[in-house]
């Protein structure tokens, strides 16, 4: 097993060995085009992004900066929007569902180095996998650390590293983050805290009671 086999089996391997570097090399002069890129060229920054990314769904927009290491290990589904100073580290694949909105300065971090000096010094490092579900939404300066999973329809408070894995429909927040409380039904009639909306059409038509109307 090669160092890049390691590295896509979540071991340890070291990054400078058998093609990684240049690999890594690429993803940047595809980053560095897409960064540069005019604001309206948002078919050529499609394009790229297309060719950067190992999958990626109808509706993917993100805001430059963005930087990743690899690029090929990141997979995005149908309507997903990171808003500016995205950072992926995607030594270990990371899977982004349908519908998930990340605010700004949000870091996905997959990579890591041993906590002991001896074997840390070799050169070895690691990455493990990170999934975030369907219909998330990420709080700006968010950390993700390594191999943590993020369920469906989770909101992650701004500030917070989440260092473990974190249940379908809550609220998390903190460091490290913690599940605050269950999102219900009642949430969809507010737009931020207590504060109701004036309009009906933030909700479908099978869920409006028109009686009220």
């Known amino acids: 097993m090669d160092m890049k086999q390691r590295m896509h089996a979540n071991l340890p391997y070291k990054a400078w060995l058998d093609g990684l570097c240049e690999e890594r090399a690429e993803c940047k002069r595809k980053i560095y085009e897409f960064n540069n890129c005019h604001p309206d060229d948002r078919e050529k920054m499609d394009k790229i992004l297309r060719s950067l990314l190992g999958k990626a769904g109808e509706g993917v927009h993100i805001e430059q900066p963005f930087r990743c290491d690899y690029g090929s290990n990141i997979e995005v589904g149908d309507n997903f929007f990171a808003n500016y100073n995205l950072v992926i580290l995607d030594v270990g694949k990371v899977k982004i569902g349908d519908n998930v909105f990340l605010a700004p300065n949000v870091a996905i971090y997959t990579a890591g180095h041993p906590v002991h000096y001896i074997p840390r010094n070799t050169g070895y490092e ?21 191999g943590v999973k993020i369920g469906n329809g989770v909101v992650i408070g701004a500030g917070s590293v989440v260092t473990k894995d974190i249940p379908d429909n809550c609220i998390a927040a903190g460091n490290p983050a913690k599940v605050i409380r269950e999102i219900t ?20 038509d099978d869920e409006i009671d028109w009686s009220n109307i």
């Open 126 to 146: 690691y990455g493990i996998d990170i999934t975030i579900g369907n219909n998330v939404w990420i709080g700006g300066n968010v950390v993700l650390t390594p």
């Open 185 to 204: 039904d009642e949430d969809k009639h507010y737009y931020f805290k207590k504060r109701p909306f004036d309009i009906n059409d933030y909700l479908t």
